[in-house]
């Protein structure tokens, strides 16, 4: 039954991007198909203004979007206010007061009535762009799986002390996976002692990425732990929580790497060159977490995104079968990728953690 239901999800899945893309063949006046293609999977991997379900063109030759607007929110000499319908897709000038706003390459700029937009010499827009508080599609998938986190594990919670310490339901799925995370990741890398006050942000980061992954393989097409901007931002608790829970010993090994091993002149010389190399290595493992996460999930899209588009450059009787066959396989596969970018990002902020609560006897 599971097989079936997996199936079905993944077929409507390939069906619905290839629903997308056939707009793409219907609207070849703006270019070529390739170059339809080429925009269409940039636009998916951008964050946006709405939940854009599908589009397609009404007999006037006009651009029809079907999807859910989201609220803009900008700072322009005051709040203004408004749904993102207004924008459409940056095909229309919003006014709001008495100001204009034009959408242009995923940024809102200040504009006139006309929608004028002015470029320097490497295509840049000089029109002002006002501060963006908007809750895009991103914001709103960040804090959908933040909602279902806290009453998902707040009722399984209240489950335990309902059954005596017994998984129920759902609890049955989630606590091997919690009690791998405790078992296998942070009780080997951090420590029997320390690996307790660390458990908080290892499971929480972990069930996170892997909801924001799962959600980035539905039609919505959202792809938040591809945009580079979260994958940072997640790096940089790691490297908060790193260096702010950082040991003496932790520290000392950065700033003293040889320790008392040598005498103080005969360390200089080698200290020129081992402690910037330490120093450098803080920043690092941070950046190594964010491009890895960032890097893997940005081109599992593409790459989807892409044979479903060769069924519409093929269009074959073998290519676009063959193309529909790899994009089916690849969504699967999908599936173990966003479980495993989950797992090795929480297995490295552990053994980052384990560094830095890392503690030595002194004799």
Do not use: C
Not at 53 to 82: M, R
Not at 185 to 213: D, H, S, V
Request: glycine share 8%; proline share 3%; aromatic share 16%.
């Amino acid at each position: 039954m599971i097989k079936k239901i997996n199936a079905s999800f993944f077929l409507f899945l390939a069906l619905f991007f290839a629903a997308n893309f056939s707009q793409a063949k219907e609207t070849e006046s703006s270019g070529d198909l390739k170059t339809e293609i080429k925009q269409y999977i940039s636009h998916h991997l951008e964050d946006a203004y709405d939940f854009s379900l599908f589009s397609y063109t009404d007999q006037a030759g006009e651009h029809v979007y079907i999807g859910i607007p989201l609220p803009v929110i900008l700072w322009d000499n005051g709040l203004q206010i408004f749904s993102s319908s207004k924008l459409h897709h940056g095909e229309s000038v919003a006014h709001v007061g008495s100001n204009y706003y034009k959408l242009e390459h995923g940024k809102i700029y200040k504009t006139d009535a006309e929608g004028t937009i002015n470029y320097d010499e490497s295509n840049h827009a000089t029109n002002v762009a006002p501060l963006d508080f908007s809750i895009t599609k991103g914001v709103v998938s960040m804090l959908l799986i933040a909602v279902l986190m806290f009453f998902l594990f707040t009722n399984l919670a209240k489950s335990y002390t309902k059954t005596g310490g017994l998984p129920a339901g759902v609890g049955r799925l989630f606590e091997p996976i919690v009690l791998y995370i405790r078992d296998d990741i942070a009780r080997p890398n951090i420590g029997e002692k320390k690996y307790g006050k660390y458990m908080n942000f290892l499971l929480t980061i972990f069930f996170f990425i892997w909801f924001l992954n799962l959600l980035g393989l539905t039609p919505l097409g959202v792809n938040v732990t591809g945009n580079i901007a979260v994958t940072f931002g997640l790096a940089l608790l790691t490297f908060v929580i790193t260096n702010f829970t950082g040991t003496k010993d932790y520290w000392l090994h950065i700033f003293d790497p040889l320790g008392g091993s040598m005498k103080w002149y005969a360390k200089i010389p080698l200290y020129i060159i081992l402690i910037p190399i330490e120093v450098l290595g803080i920043f690092i493992k941070p950046f190594s977490l964010l491009i890895r996460l960032y890097a893997n999930m940005q081109a599992g899209h593409i790459v989807l995104m892409s044979l479903i588009g060769l069924m519409f450059i093929f269009k074959s009787w073998l290519g676009s079968p063959l193309s529909f066959g790899l994009a089916f396989a690849i969504s699967i596969i999908e599936l173990l990728v966003a479980l495993l970018q989950a797992y090795i990002f929480t297995m490295l902020s552990a053994l980052y953690f384990g560094f830095a609560a890392e503690e030595h006897e002194h004799h």
